[in-house]
């Protein structure tokens, strides 16, 4: 089951004017499970939403594994935490929530950063 984080997410890659769509649990590792939330395979690009199961330090070792690895084979992560996907002008980064994640997910994939 998605998180309403991913779901956010998911609906700012579809809206239109949104460049090529992104792959939804790819698995990028041939001897782990490890599978991205959404990926852009041929830009080695993927997304990771970060939701309240990866506070503890057991998760939180098992993403650096997870993350370090996908590093080592060329891909850039791009994390974000779930928390933050509703729009909040109280927050001076990402204030419009997911559809801000998207923005930079995009300016990555089009070499503006």
């Not at 890659?13 to 852009?40: H, I, M, N, Q, Y």
């Not at 996908?70 to 891909?75: D, E, L, P, R, T």
């Not at 929530?97 to 070499?111: H, I, K, N, S, T």
Request: hydrophobic letters at 40%.
């Amino acid at each position: 089951m998605k998180s309403e984080a991913e779901e956010a997410f998911w609906a700012a890659c579809t809206a239109p004017g949104g460049v090529v769509l992104p792959l939804r649990e790819l698995r990028f590792d041939a001897s782990r499970k490890w599978r991205f939330d959404f990926a852009w395979p041929d830009q080695a690009l993927a997304v990771e939403i970060e939701g309240s199961g990866h506070r503890s330090i057991v998760t939180f070792r098992k993403d650096t594994e997870k993350y370090n690895a996908a590093i080592a084979q060329g891909w850039r992560v791009m994390r974000f935490l779930g928390c933050d996907y509703k729009p909040s002008r109280s927050r001076a980064i990402y204030p419009d929530g997911a559809a801000d994640w998207y923005r930079e997910v995009v300016a990555v994939l089009c070499g503006a950063r």
